[in-house]
């Protein structure tokens, strides 16, 4: 691991950072000739590609039903019993986050709110190429399924494994989780060309409205490439945890810990922030120790080697800054006083706080969802959640009474904008409630300077207080006006009550 050693009154700069599994320009460039070939040539260019990167030749791409099913049969009562146990967990997390569609009435009987709506189409992406990701299915696919999305479609590279051509080149493991969580559609392909699959649709794998899900940096490339014409999650590529330890940290334990992430990804991303020169060469030993026995020793080491950083900080408050300058992916606080720094952590996609608080325990089962923000994106980027799944609309329900006190205010704001209909849509509802229904008819307003009704000149004590006013220029129509605006309010919180029942949504406040 590269070591940085800040003197005192030195900072951590974004710059002294490796950071090359961010996204390099090579798979920028790669994944951005992916996405066009999938949108000429469907599924032709999903087949090459799958036969190019995953060695696998595909009849069809869609996986049946019947394999699905079968599913839970496959995999070990225990496997099983543990998908089911995190399955149970990441469900309650996520029920915590659903939001309520929200209504609220003005004085004037106006109506405003937010209307939630869930996706109608999600596409979730499922790693396979240098492991598989059963917990990836889980974090997925159960909050979709939580924010009411209608159809799930997920997309996971085939297997070049004769023993999974049984389940498709589906990895049994995967599948079970898939069939726990309540898919809709699978199908085996992979990498960019997937994600290009799931944003513009082929002749097999209809378009999504919504992407989610991690991968490696060509993945992760694509979305970003695609984002805008459908929705993503975040950029979530290569995994990163970054330990801030103290010496009451066990050096074997952050050292397993920082290998976690490493075993990854070669271009997975390990940072160690301590006071504690003497603790990092312990636990750099330990990694010494440990590395030559894992079965996935290439890939920690080429993590561990090439993006993997310590950091020596001359105070504690030095090596917070750090941890947010290198806004991880994961973070882990192993210090006496965990809690206590927590506050000062701005920029970190999940944070596990004391030394119990093992990083693998949030990828399965914790509950809280393990698809995270990477390459520093943790700065601006929040935790996969049912947010993601559902999209607002404001809702604006005026009634004669509230047009009446926002006219005057709306006419002055578009005249200074210059925008003349946009003051004569009010202006002319306005003259109506004011004058009388005849007062807009055709023939009346042939013959009325239209100018007058869009930008009538208020004075600034009309504009200020709307409603009064307007009802005063109106005079004896100001009763029947109050009485109009009663009408419509209690038509609106019907309608909001109805509309409230069918999308289960919190009306009225
Ligand atoms: N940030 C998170 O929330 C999170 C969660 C889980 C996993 N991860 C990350 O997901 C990644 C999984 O990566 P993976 O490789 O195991 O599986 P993957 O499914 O993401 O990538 C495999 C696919 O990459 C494509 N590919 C491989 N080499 C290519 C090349 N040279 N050019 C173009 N495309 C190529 C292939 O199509 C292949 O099917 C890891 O980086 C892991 O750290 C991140
Ligand atoms: N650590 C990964 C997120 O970076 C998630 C994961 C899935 N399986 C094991 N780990
Ligand atoms: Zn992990």
Redesign the pocket.
């Known amino acids: 691991m590269k070591t940085i050693t800040l003197a005192p009154g030195e900072r951590l700069r974004a710059g002294q950072l490796i950071r090359k599994g961010v996204l390099p320009d090579a798979v920028v460039a790669?994944?951005r000739s992916?996405v066009e070939d999938v949108r000429q040539r469907g599924d032709d260019a999903l087949r090459s590609?799958s036969k190019q990167?995953?060695g696998v030749e595909l009849e069809g791409l869609r996986l049946p039903q019947e394999a699905l099913e079968r599913a839970l049969e496959l995999v070990s009562p225990s496997f099983r019993a543990a998908l089911e146990k995190a399955a149970a967990q990441i469900r309650a997390f996520h029920e915590r986050e659903v939001e309520q569609s929200w209504f609220t009435t003005r004085a004037d009987g106006t109506m405003l709110g937010v209307k939630v709506t869930p996706m109608a189409a999600a596409g979730v992406y499922v790693?396979?190429?240098?492991?598989q990701?059963p917990s990836?299915v889980l974090m997925n696919i159960i909050p979709a399924k939580v924010a009411g999305v209608g159809r799930i479609v997920m997309v996971?590279?085939p297997q070049n494994d004769p023993q999974m051509s049984e389940t498709g080149g589906i990895s049994p493991q995967t599948l079970a989780a898939a069939r726990i969580a309540g898919v809709d559609e699978i199908y085996t392909v992979?990498?960019?060309?997937a994600i290009a699959a799931l944003a513009y649709g082929t002749e097999s794998i209809e378009k999504a409205d919504v992407i989610t899900g991690?991968?490696?940096?060509?993945?992760a490339a694509a979305k970003q490439l695609v984002s805008g014409d459908v929705g993503i999650d975040m950029v979530?590529?290569?995994?990163e945890v970054c330990v801030l330890a103290d010496a009451t940290a066990e050096p074997a334990v952050v050292a397993a810990d920082l290998m976690a992430?490493a075993e990854?990804?070669p271009?997975?991303a390990c940072y160690l922030i301590t006071c504690d020169a003497a603790f990092a060469a312990e636990v750099e030993r330990a990694i010494e120790l440990f590395v030559a026995q894992s079965p996935r020793e290439e890939i920690t080491r080429a993590s561990l080697d090439n993006e993997g950083t310590i950091v020596i900080a001359p105070d504690i408050a030095t090596a917070v800054a750090a941890v947010n300058t290198v806004a991880p992916?994961h973070l882990e606080l192993h210090c006496e006083d965990a809690l206590g720094l927590l506050g000062g952590i701005r920029n970190a996609g999940a944070i596990f706080v004391g030394a119990w608080s093992s990083e693998p325990l949030g990828d399965y089962v914790a509950g809280p969802n393990?698809?995270?923000?990477?390459g520093g994106t943790a700065l601006f980027s929040s935790p996969l959640s049912v947010d993601d799944f559902v999209k607002r609309s404001s809702v604006v329900c005026y009634t004669p009474a509230g047009l009446l006190s926002d006219a005057p205010a709306t006419q002055t704001l578009a005249e200074g904008e210059g925008l003349w209909a946009h003051a004569l849509s009010v202006g002319l509802r306005r003259r109506k409630l004011e004058c009388g229904a005849a007062s807009v008819g055709l023939d009346v307003l042939a013959a009325v300077d239209l100018t007058q009704v869009a930008w009538p000149e208020d004075d600034a004590r009309t504009v200020a207080a709307g409603l009064a006013d307007a009802a005063a220029v109106a005079g004896a129509g100001a009763a029947a006006v109050a009485g109009a605006a009663d009408d419509a309010s209690a038509a609106a919180s019907a309608s909001a009550t109805s509309s409230g029942a069918s999308d289960s949504a919190r009306e009225g406040e």
Request: charged fraction near 10%; charge should be negative.
């Open positions: 790669s994944a992916i590609y990167f995953d790693p396979g190429g240098r492991a990701y990836t996971t590279p992979g990498g960019a060309q991690p991968g490696n940096a060509y993945v979530a590529g290569p995994s992430q990854h990804d271009l997975a992916e393990h698809t995270l923000p990477t």
